[in-house]
């Protein structure tokens, strides 16, 4: 990829990722909430989700380049959307990774127990194995392009439905 379709993913990246930044007035804050793990775990969500929510939009334009040719004129080759969309699952995953570790932690030391299989978890950890499913499916043949646009652009939706449930949703 060229320099500065890097540079744009990188900055697309961090503009997700600060959007998807938790709120976190400290003086508004319940106490569970003021810890490191609680702090690790939101940062590493946010990096992952906003990859992984960049590399969704990339399969949706993707989708779209296929269905409607004079949209797809406008937009890079489908092989560097593809190549973009996997560059960024390649980036996001091991942060989404590392936050469901770290808020297993938070959550064994804040009410004893690593996982309740409430709503919230339960959607991340669907989120996870469709990116999972993403970065190992795309290495078998015939596999790369549109079926791993789908699988992004549905992980996609998932995600926001997450991030709705996390933000606005009682527990």
Known sequence: MRRQARLVLLLAWLVASALLWPMTASDRMLPIYRNLWFAAHAACAALGAGALAVAGIIGVLYLV???????ASHLPTLATLDAAAYMLVRLGFPWMTLSLVVGSIWAQLTWGTLWNWEMRET???IVWLLFLLYRHAR?????????MAFVAAAALLITLLTLISARYLPA
Not at 65 to 71: E, F, N
Not at 139 to 147: H, L, N, S
Request: glycine share 10%; net charge positive.
């Open 65 to 71: 380049a296929l269905s409607a040719p004079s949209v």
């Open 139 to 147: 290495d078998i043949p015939g596999w790369a392009g549109k079926r």
């Open 123 to 125: 959607w991340a950890l």
